[in-house]
């Protein structure tokens, strides 16, 4: 079964400027995640998604970051203008139902820095 | 404030002896915790899960101990290996501070196993 997939795997920016990232989830998987995880912390949700629709968007900085997945199967996180803090890893994980007690299968995430 | 907390940021243990990992928590839901491991790299993959209903659930060489009453849980890796050498994070999936699926995630503990 193939796992997650994302690309890129690393990204360089200037601030200010835009940036995309695409999350391929495991076939069948209703729910995906995209989490940022900054060096030397935990990952932390930025939303979630149960098949097109949003979850949780609480923590998402809804000035400058952005996500969709319009199908249902992939998505994309855009973030515009980039800033200094933004530089981490943004990983994307998916289950196959929305709950506690589901597997995330996370991806190898896209390592961001923004110069 | 943290919900989840993993102290120490680092770990060192001989081969073959034990390693423990420690993990403190606040406002969960249902004490159902997760641990991941994650390797340089790449994305965190689930490790053991504990449920409230037990205190200890055990898979090969892992242990995972749950304390409800000092809102504490350890896992321990019996007997270590080099292979074990990664950043190990605790997580909640049903916190409070988080939607349903929300895991939220310590700090991590970065294990390594000398030969």
């Known amino acids: 079964e193939a796992g997650v997939a994302q690309s890129p795997r690393y990204k360089i920016i200037e601030k200010r400027q835009s940036v995309a990232f695409w999350c391929n989830p495991i076939?069948?998987?209703?729910?995906l995640y995209w989490y940022q995880q900054i060096l030397g912390q935990g990952p932390k949700l930025l939303i979630q998604f149960q098949n097109n629709g949003v979850v949780d968007d609480s923590q998402l900085p809804k000035d400058r970051f952005s996500a969709e997945r319009l199908k249902g199967v992939d998505s994309t996180l855009k973030i515009q203008p980039a800033k200094l803090e933004d530089s981490a890893v943004y990983l994307c994980?998916?289950?196959?139902?929305?709950?506690?007690?589901?597997?995330?299968?996370f991806g190898p995430g896209t390592r961001l820095l923004v110069l | 404030d943290q919900q989840v907390k993993q102290n120490s940021p680092s770990l060192s243990v001989q081969e073959g002896r034990i390693s423990i990992l420690n993990c403190d928590y606040t406002n969960s839901m249902f004490d159902y915790f997760l641990w991941y491991k994650k390797y340089p790299a790449e994305g965190p993959t689930f490790l053991i899960s504990i449920s409230s209903i037990k205190d200890k659930n055990e898979d090969g060489r892992f242990t995972v101990f749950l304390n409800k009453s000092a809102k504490h849980l350890s896992l321990h890796i019996v007997p270590s290996q080099p292979g074990d050498s990664a950043v190990y994070f605790c997580a909640d999936p049903w916190n409070y501070g988080g939607s349903q699926g929300n895991l939220i995630f310590g700090k991590g503990t970065k294990l390594s196993v000398k030969p």
């Open positions: 994980a998916s289950s196959l139902r929305l709950s506690g007690r589901e597997t995330q299968y």
């Open positions: 076939s069948g998987h209703a729910t």
